[in-house]
């Protein structure tokens, strides 16, 4: 069984939208493309290696997709070049290896190599996938993919880093359509820019209890029918 693993820059108030660059996603009018790099260290930069390093395919929604295939194809990978650059070169090599399996409308662009096409139903689709023996099927970014998977149960894992900055507005991780569901903690750290590094595994239904006192006094009822009758 093949596990997904959903990897995202997520500022505090749960946007996700264009961390990487001003015009990496500017649709709605988002204004703060870039919000992650003045936050970036080693700290970041090793859990993200950490993350690369073991077997993965990729799991993305067409806009991430259109942004790695325009960047990582065309990053040197030669040690005798002026522009070579170890760190970038080891993920070049790494994302143009493995498979790319994409959500899109149009299948025939895919143009970057060892892609395939997740086809017209997606949640059905990746659903098979995690059924066949193979490495973790690893999601980037890819807010509006995230938010079938997470809508259809479908995410194994959450490698969150969560920056301390309010966004306001911009495309979120979490969305209305989600299934309800209880998280467990399973790693976590804080890097010295302050960015919160945290990985999630889900952990069955959400579970629920009461602070209420046994016999509700008459101010509760009187407030409880004032809830349930729209005043």
Do not use: C
Not at 194 to 219: M, N
């Amino acid at each position: 069984m093949r596990r997904v693993v959903a990897g995202a820059f997520v500022s505090l108030d749960g946007v996700m939208q264009a961390p990487g660059g001003p015009e990496e996603d500017p649709t709605g009018g988002f204004k703060f493309g870039g919000w992650v790099v003045p936050y970036w260290d080693d700290a970041i930069d090793a859990s993200l290696g950490e993350g690369f390093s073991q077997p993965f395919d990729l799991l993305l929604g067409r806009r991430t997709y259109d942004i790695f295939a325009a960047h990582w194809p065309y990053i040197e990978t030669d040690p005798t070049k002026s522009t070579f650059d170890a760190g970038n070169a080891q993920v070049a090599e790494t994302f143009n290896r493995v498979t790319k399996y994409v959500a899109t409308h149009s299948p025939e662009t895919l143009t970057w190599k060892n892609t395939q096409w997740l086809g017209k139903d997606v949640a059905d689709a990746v659903h098979a996938l995690k059924k066949q023996e193979g490495p973790v099927l690893l999601v980037q970014g890819s807010s509006e993919l995230l938010q079938t998977l997470l809508a259809h149960q479908l995410v194994d894992e959450l490698r969150l880093l969560i920056y301390p900055v309010l966004l306001g507005r911009g495309k979120r991780l979490f969305g209305p359509g989600i299934a309800p569901g209880a998280l467990k903690l399973t790693r976590s750290a804080v890097a010295p820019t302050g960015v919160v590094i945290a990985t999630y595994e889900r952990a069955g239904e959400v579970k629920s209890g009461s602070f209420a006192l046994d016999k509700p006094t008459e101010a509760e009822l009187a407030r409880r029918k004032t809830l349930t009758s729209g005043g």
